[in-house]
């Protein structure tokens, strides 16, 4: 079935430094969307990405989706302590209705 | 505003023993519900997810089971639990069928 490939599975990195999250499908994305898990949470939503070619910011957050709607990305600029947590990206399945989630990455990050 | 409702958050029970899992979102009305299950340190795993009442799909077959008797009222139960069933339970709402998801805080299961 259709699924999502996240990369890496584990990243750590010290603070201030970049850190990216790949998401990648052999398949054509409708649309991708990526949530946060903080350690001991729950998912929450950061972003939907719709159009081939697209670029989202959230602050130091960059969300990138592939101009062939095959991959996308997550990138953090100068990371903080508060960005630690697992960054899940997920699959929109059209017409069954449910998303479909990468198996996330997880930052920590060296004070 | 809407919320999102999970009880209880956390919970051990012993092997064989029944479940029932409560979820219920305020403040929307025919929202979609989905349950989630995370095993520790790994993905999130569909497991039901309902567009109505009484409209159930399930996605993994195994000993759980769900119903919607309210629209806004979501139950996951299971008559036998496993030690594999242990894990953290999610609950999630959206308004549109490919809409953001919101989710409640979780329960973790502990199967002993």
């Known amino acids: 079935g259709q699924q999502v490939m996240q990369i890496p599975q584990y990243q750590h990195v010290q603070e201030g430094e970049d850190f990216t999250t790949y998401c990648n499908s052999s398949?054509?994305?409708?649309?991708i969307q990526w949530y946060k898990q903080r350690p001991g949470g729950h998912p929450v939503f950061l972003i939907q990405?719709?159009?081939?070619?697209e670029v989202k910011k959230q602050k130091r957050l960059t969300f990138q989706f592939g101009e062939a709607k095959k991959n996308s990305s997550l990138h953090i600029t100068a990371t903080q302590t508060t960005d630690v947590g697992t960054y899940f990206c997920?699959?929109?399945?059209?017409?069954?209705?449910?998303?479909?989630f990468g198996q996330g990455t997880r930052l920590t990050i060296n004070p | 505003s809407q919320t999102i409702h999970q009880w209880p958050a956390t919970l051990v029970q012993p092997v064989g023993s029944p479940l029932s899992l409560e979820c219920t979102v305020e403040?929307?009305?025919?929202?979609?519900l989905y349950w989630y299950r995370q095993a520790a340190g790994r993905g999130l795993q569909l497991l039901f997810y309902?567009?109505?009442?009484?409209?159930i799909s399930s996605e993994v077959p195994q000993n759980l089971s769900a119903s919607r008797p309210q629209d806004r009222q979501f139950i996951l139960s299971s008559k036998k639990l496993l030690l594999s069933d242990s894990g953290f339970y999610l609950c999630?709402?959206?308004?549109?069928?490919?809409?953001?998801?919101?989710f409640g805080p979780g329960t973790r299961l502990t199967v002993t």
């Open positions: 999630a709402w959206s308004v549109f069928a490919v809409g953001e998801q919101y």
């Open positions: 398949t054509t994305l409708s649309n």
């Open positions: 990405l719709v159009k081939s070619g």
């Open positions: 997920a699959e929109i399945i059209q017409g069954a209705q449910k998303l479909v």
């Open positions: 403040g929307t009305s025919n929202p979609n």
């Open positions: 309902s567009v109505g009442i009484g409209q």
